[in-house]
């Protein structure tokens, strides 16, 4: 029985689903949702965290109306399932978006582009992408803006205002980009975009000089030392710093919007080249943040506004292809090339597309480009990266009991579906006859793919969570003894401390995230790492060529370097991974979840332990002594 056309629809959107679960499975509370289930924590407790150094000096709940929201989600569900619910909720409302987006911008075709953007990555940076599978702002303002764009497209005014707007609300510099591409459309003739521009840049600049709201300590210029510590802290706000991997991403979304602008018409049109000249703005105000060490400049970000460019380059990748396509040999060549490109390694994405859209451009004029050697030499760069693809699958079935993590399965689909779905849409392409075969090779895929990813998403380790009997069992006896405004130094560790043990964390360089906002919080975290590494502890190597914010070797903590951290007056206990030679552990204690054991020594019982003793400050970054 044929598959019709509207079938074969629902059976792409069933797989490009799964594929975007495969893509982006849940890790649970790490990367930056570690900071917004603490600010959601404080709103709760604020006795608990004021004095964490992520608080002393604000934190990013000054610029953002999303935490609100999640603290409530967080007190009726609970820390591990209100993290969760909030980011199903956040993922179904990107898809939502996206799809929104998509219908407006390819309204016969846009589930392809939901495939194709399943398929693509999702890095603009090397540490942000957009849709992330965690809970912050991010997520919600990107789904927000996208709705707004989307609407804006269909003429639906009210409805893109409330959704641009209430972007820039949970996230403004996710929010900002997608509110400039929409002046751009609705604001045709250049004065009015020159005196709102104008405007806005004046309000941006007495809000800077007056000390203003969030921007009150953004009127400066970096210092070497914080030059320093940010460049190797945060390396995305300095675009000469990023790495080649996230420059060859965005090159090659930057050309396909280019070729999409070449081709496109009416309000598509429009929207491509509003896109590319937000885009170039934002490149061009990065690279005078990064030269001018400006605090206010770095702390904008002006290069975030390239999650947009990424979003929209994959959904207008099909008219691209498509043209392409049609115009013979060396474009279908070009649109193989190109897919290889986004497919394959991310470092060669923008040499292989800069090389299809060569060929392409060079084969009706030079003869030599025609020649069968050639097309042969091309034809091996997508057989280069199936061959890479099945041997890295190979490797890693091979290692799945060493250092596979994730699910085997979720690791073999994530490596080997998206050659196996350009290899489908070659056959479905060239070969005609075997399309009703290919339809239910289709249909069969997606209806195993999308259970199976739904079943692999939740990847988060079988552990006991912070609340949980077992582990509270453990922690109860320490924090009756710690007070609840009291200050700890978790040796190796941020997790525990604030989520565990419900106390403020000393110092740790995750900790000092957003610094670029208020630099004192980054004076102050320079300072105790300085401490920590004059007593040769972990969390204290922001100065070297490498950050390490934890030393794996083996060693007993010495008592001189015990106490000279203790000697600051802010700590109060230290948990440690190691003990402290010739002093007895008041409580020593063992992670259910990881079988680590830990030793605990109030400072106090420290200080009192060496107070006839002189500790002296040591020299050139060595370890005190008595």
Not at 148 to 177: F, K, T
Not at 469 to 485: F, K
Request: charged residues 10%; contains cysteine; glycine residues 6%.
């Amino acid at each position: 029985m044929p598959i019709s056309s509207t079938h074969r629809k629902a059976f792409l959107a069933m797989l490009a689903l799964g594929l975007w679960l495969i893509k982006s499975p849940y890790y649970g509370l790490w990367h930056d949702s570690r900071f917004y289930a603490l600010i959601a924590l404080q709103r709760l407790h604020p006795a608990l965290y004021h004095n964490d150094l992520f608080f002393l000096y604000g934190s990013q709940a000054s610029y953002t109306m999303f935490t609100p929201w999640l603290t409530g989600w967080i007190q009726h569900f609970g820390l591990d399932n209100g993290l969760l619910y909030a980011t199903i909720i956040g993922q179904i409302a990107s898809i939502a978006a996206i799809t929104y987006l998509a219908r407006a911008l390819l309204p016969r075709s846009w589930v392809i582009g939901l495939l194709v953007i399943s398929l693509f990555p999702t890095h603009y940076t090397e540490v942000f992408a957009f849709s992330e599978s965690f809970v912050t702002p991010r997520l919600y303002s990107e789904a927000l803006s996208l709705f707004g764009l989307g609407a804006l497209l269909r003429n639906r005014y009210w409805l893109a205002g409330i959704g641009l707007l209430s972007a820039c609300a949970v996230h403004p510099l996710m929010g900002l980009p997608a509110v400039a591409i929409a002046l751009l459309l609705m604001i045709r003739q250049p004065r009015y975009w020159l005196w709102l521009t104008a405007t806005a840049s004046a309000v941006l600049l007495i809000a800077v000089v007056f000390k203003l709201g969030p921007l009150a300590h953004m009127d400066h210029l970096l210092t070497p030392q914080l030059v320093a510590f940010e460049s190797l802290r945060s390396p995305w706000l300095f675009i000469h710093l990023w790495p080649w991997t996230s420059i060859s991403i965005m090159l090659y979304s930057l050309l396909i919007l280019a070729l999409a602008s070449l081709w496109l018409d009416g309000v598509n049109l429009r929207l491509v080249r509003a896109a590319l000249l937000m885009a170039l703005f934002g490149l061009l105000m990065a690279g005078m943040a990064d030269i001018s060490k400006q605090t206010f400049l770095l702390a904008l970000q002006p290069a975030r506004a390239l999650w947009l460019v990424q979003v929209l380059s994959e959904l207008l990748w099909l008219p691209v292809a498509t043209h392409l396509w049609r115009t013979g040999q060396s474009g279908r060549m070009a649109v193989v090339l190109l897919g290889t490109a986004a497919l394959g390694v991310h470092e060669a994405m923008t040499p292989i597309a800069v090389l299809s859209i060569i060929y392409w451009w060079g084969y009706s004029r030079y003869a030599v480009l025609q020649a069968r050697s050639i097309q042969l030499l091309l034809w091996l760069i997508p057989a280069q990266a199936l061959l890479f693809a099945g041997l890295t699958a190979w490797l890693q079935w091979e290692a799945r009991h060493l250092f596979i993590q994730l699910p085997i399965a979720q690791v073999l689909m994530t490596t080997l579906l998206p050659p196996a779905i350009a290899l489908f849409a070659g056959l479905w392409l060239w070969q005609v006859r075997y399309r009703p075969a290919l339809n239910r090779v289709l249909m069969l895929t997606a209806l195993i793919c999308l259970p199976l990813s739904l079943a692999l998403w939740d990847v988060r380790p079988d552990v006991n969570p912070a609340d949980s009997v077992t582990r509270e069992r453990v922690i109860a006896p320490l924090r009756r003894h710690i007070p609840i405004d009291a200050v700890v130094y978790w040796e190796g560790n941020l997790i525990d401390p604030w989520f565990w043990l419900q106390r403020a964390q000393y110092i740790s360089l995750a900790q000092m995230a957003g610094t670029i906002f208020d630099e004192r919080t980054a004076i102050e975290g320079m300072r105790r790492m300085n401490r920590m590494r004059f007593a040769g502890f972990p969390d204290a190597n922001w100065d070297d060529s490498k950050i390490n914010e934890y030393t794996s070797h083996i060693h007993l903590h010495s008592l001189p370097a015990a106490a000279y951290i203790c000697a600051d007056p802010i700590l109060h206990t230290l948990i440690l991974r190691y003990p402290v030679a010739g002093l007895a552990s008041e409580y020593a204690f063992v992670d259910p979840n990881t079988g680590d054991q830990y030793y605990v020594y109030p400072c106090s019982a420290i200080l009192a332990t060496v107070r006839t003793l002189p500790i002296n400050k040591p020299v050139n970054g060595g370890i005190p002594h008595a």
